[in-house]
């Protein structure tokens, strides 16, 4: 079975601190794909990445930065130095090569920069 | 390019009533999946369609239909409405090449509400 865990379910930071969101996944396909994505309150889902699970290579980019762990079954996400426009809430999602397109989403974290 | 398009934006319905929410994804992706979002249960796989054909479905009850056109343009339907299906409807498309299976983006989402 497939099983996405964000233990966080909400998050209150300052502007300009670090936030990492924890993302935990479980499943029996040896090819499958990691995703997050932001939900501002506008309600609609916004992609920032994909990672494939033979890809452990970590991603950078601007402020934001991906830390995928094969070994803890991880997909973590960092925001460096937040921003108001970063209040949102984040899923991270999970597919497998036999599931296809159908997406088992975390149950989101929702983060609040404070200024 | 246009994104994920859906309509209507906002509904009331009242219980027993059946509803029809329309998506019209990317121009040239031809796999377009359903999603309920709800407080509780969070983001929930409805179904997919790939190429007129539903290739995916999720455990809803069999009130919750859908179906795909020539043009991949989808619609999903919902007969006898409960109470619980009050939610926003979150439709994503995605463009598959080769057989590897990509980020989906989604529309802004119907949301449905059932009195």
């Known amino acids: 079975a497939q099983k996405v865990t964000q233990a966080q379910t909400e998050i209150s930071v300052v502007e300009k601190e670090d936030v990492t969101l924890d993302c935990v996944y479980e499943?029996?396909?040896?090819?499958?794909?990691l995703f997050w994505y932001k939900q501002p309150p506008s309600g609609e889902l916004v992609f920032l990445i994909r990672?494939?699970?033979?890809?452990?290579q970590n991603e950078i980019s601007g402020r934001y930065s991906w830390n995928f762990q094969k070994s803890t079954s991880s997909f973590n996400f960092t925001i460096t130095a937040s921003q108001v426009v970063d209040s949102a809430v984040y899923f991270c999602a999970l597919s497998g090569a036999n599931t296809g397109n159908q997406f088992y989403f975390g149950t989101g974290t929702s983060l609040t920069v404070i200024p | 390019k246009a994104g994920v398009t859906q309509t209507p934006r906002y509904l009331i319905k009242t219980r027993g009533q059946q509803v029809t929410l329309s998506c019209s994804p990317i121009?040239?992706?031809?796999?377009v999946s359903w999603y309920q979002q709800t407080p509780g249960q969070g983001l929930q796989f409805l179904f997919e369609y790939f190429s007129e054909t539903q290739r995916n479905k999720g455990n809803f009850p069999g009130r919750f239909s859908g179906r795909q056109f020539s043009n991949s343009r989808s619609e999903m339907n919902v007969s006898t409405l409960e109470l619980g299906d009050s939610a926003l409807y979150l439709c994503?498309?995605?463009?598959?090449?080769?057989?590897?299976?990509?980020?989906?983006?989604f529309g802004p989402g119907t949301r449905l509400t059932v009195l």
């Open positions: 994503a498309s995605s463009l598959e090449t080769s057989g590897t299976f990509n980020e989906q983006f």
């Open positions: 990672r494939n699970s033979f890809d452990e």
């Open positions: 499943t029996r396909d040896t090819t499958y794909y």
């Open positions: 121009s040239g992706h031809r796999s």
